[in-house]
């Protein structure tokens, strides 16, 4: 009876213990693994750490962080910006090809319409006289030789009666020499006599031309002076007489001045104008050009005129440029040829010019809404792969909606020419890196 409990006793005990090992093992290959398969902590600093014996170090595994797809980062590192067909329906997205073109720039300067002086006519009698009439007043339109007024002249009249006389005189002499030719031939005067006639017959002719020019200087032509003589009042045509000296208008145009009356004596040093005739065909606009504008004014430059609201513009070119400085202002005298055949430019006017300077040179041209400032810097946005960068442009003159590029797009080149806002736009919320890939 003792022999059979003491061996099922024994029984037991081993039983205990072989489970117990069993435990054991299990628990220490749960650890191994558990040790293996975890990347993010590092228990190798803690074996000989006397503070950590004993404790579990069975910790769970964290998540992995959530990552982008390989495309998506390698896209975003180099900036490209992408538009679903979509979008690029609704903003009317458009990508051209770069072309070469020129915009000529302009310079705005202020100025005056003034008379054109070389069409100016400052009428001066020629003979003294006194006024005997007057035909004309400021703001008439004259014709060229038109009279204006009528003096009535002493010295004329002395000087018609030299001619005549002068004229009368050469006849007889030249008659004269004639007969003492024919006599010489018969030996019937000397040959002597014959030669003084010759001389006094050239004498008597070159007098005659003398007092023929001064009329012809006068404007009068021997041959019709009694047509030329004017009849004032109630004189007949038949009892014309050559004291009167018409003050006639030299050229075509407007009297703009009058200075003159009924009456009036001038003498013959007289220096005082009676009439100013200006054709006003044509007029001056004088421009005051600063000193920053003077490199880019040439003559023969084209100028577009501005009087204001309810005038038709005027265009003209440049035809001088003053050699000196206004000492005041500093600005330089520009001149510029306007034609004015309707009248509408009336001298004393202000007026603005637009002064169009040629470009210097064709260059690649863009729609000016096609740059856009991003980060202090000008960009134009143009086609990578399947995507969008921005790229760095120097800009040139600006105009008629467009603006040259002078460097960062070639002839040839693609670019965004419709809906770069929309690009940007998606840039600056996606905190993309302007100066990636291309930008500069």
């Not at 213990?17 to 590092?42: I, M, P, R, W, Y």
């Not at 797809?69 to 903003?91: C, M, N, P, V, Y």
């Not at 010295?155 to 030249?174: F, T, V, W």
């Amino acid at each position: 009876m003792k022999r059979t409990f003491l061996t099922l006793f024994i029984a037991a005990a081993a039983t205990v213990v072989f489970g117990a090992q069993q435990n054991t093992e299990k628990t220490s290959q749960q650890c191994t693994l558990q040790h293996d398969h975890s990347q993010d902590v590092d228990h190798s600093a803690h074996q000989n750490d006397e503070a950590h014996k004993g404790h579990n170090h069975n910790h769970p595994t964290p998540p992995p962080p959530a990552q982008s797809t390989d495309k998506e980062a390698e896209h975003q590192e180099e900036g490209l910006i992408h538009l679903s067909s979509e979008q690029r329906k609704i903003t009317g997205f458009k990508v051209s090809i770069a072309e070469k073109g020129s915009i000529n720039s302009s310079v705005v300067l202020p100025g005056v319409i003034k008379f054109n002086n070389n069409r100016i006519a400052e009428i001066m009698p020629q003979m003294p006289g006194f006024v005997t009439a007057i035909y004309k007043s400021v703001g008439d339109k004259v014709k060229k030789g038109e009279t204006l007024a009528v003096l009535q002249s002493h010295e004329l009249g002395e000087l018609h009666a030299d001619y005549r006389y002068a004229r009368e005189y050469e006849l007889m002499a030249k008659v004269d020499c004639d007969m003492k030719r024919n006599l010489v031939m018969k030996r019937a005067v000397s040959e002597i006599e014959y030669i003084k006639a010759r001389q006094i017959y050239a004498e008597a002719k070159v007098n005659r031309h003398r007092y023929e020019d001064k009329l012809k200087a006068l404007g009068f032509y021997p041959q019709i002076t009694a047509q030329q003589c004017p009849a004032p009042g109630n004189i007949s045509a038949s009892e014309k007489i050559c004291t009167l000296y018409p003050l006639k208008s030299p050229i075509s145009g407007t009297i703009v001045n009058k200075n003159l009356t009924i009456g009036e004596n001038f003498s013959s040093d007289n220096t005082k104008s009676t009439f100013t005739v200006v054709d006003l065909s044509t007029v001056w606009l004088d421009l005051d050009a600063a000193q920053k504008d003077l490199p880019k004014i040439k003559k023969g430059l084209k100028v577009t005129v501005d009087l204001g609201v309810g005038f038709p513009d005027f265009t003209g070119n440049i035809f001088y440029i003053s050699s000196t400085a206004n000492p005041l202002s500093r600005t330089v005298l520009v001149r510029v040829l306007l034609k004015n055949e309707k009248g509408i430019l009336k001298p004393g006017l202000f007026a603005t010019a637009k002064v169009t300077i040629p470009s210097a040179g064709q260059t690649v041209l863009v729609p000016s809404n096609a740059i856009l400032m991003i980060d202090g810097e000008r960009v134009i946005f143009v086609p990578e792969d399947d995507g969008f960068l921005p790229q760095q442009v120097t800009i040139g003159h600006t105009g008629k909606g467009f603006t040259e590029i002078v460097s960062g797009l070639k002839p040839g080149d693609k670019y965004v020419s419709k809906g770069a806002f929309v690009l940007k736009s998606i840039m600056v919320t996606s905190g993309i890196d302007s100066h990636a890939g291309h930008g500069h």
